[in-house]
């Protein structure tokens, strides 16, 4: 049950005349370890953390292990196919820094 399609960029203006680029990154899902919870690790670019699915659920079903999913600050918040994962990925890996420093704050988050 793949939605593709949904790249997402998140741009905020911190009111100094800039803005920054919030990211949100594709990772699959390797098992739900919390089904009441929503919880999910998931695997970005061999970083795995606990992630909630819940923003996903449908009907009663959500993604699973083996689902890709779009990432933000600890929350899956849509479900995109294999194909658009990769080619996501190759264009934040092109980002450069801000990709890196996503992947970082990805490292040091911690859901239980």
Known sequence: MA?????VR???????GG????????????EVV?????LAKVDVAGVR????VG?????????????WVLIHVGFAISMIDEEEAR?????L????????QELEELKASVIE
């Open 3 to 7: 939605r593709a399609g949904r790249t």
């Open 10 to 16: 998140i741009r905020r203006d911190y009111g100094r």
């Open 19 to 30: 803005s920054a680029i919030c990211l949100a990154i594709p990772g699959q899902i390797i």
């Open 34 to 38: 919390d089904e009441a919870n929503r």
């Open 49 to 52: 953390r606990t992630i909630n």
């Open 55 to 67: 923003l996903l659920d449908e009907n009663g079903q959500g993604p699973g292990a083996g689902d």
């Open 87 to 91: 080619a996501t990925r190759e264009l």
């Open 93 to 100: 890996e092109r980002m450069g820094a801000e990709y890196e």
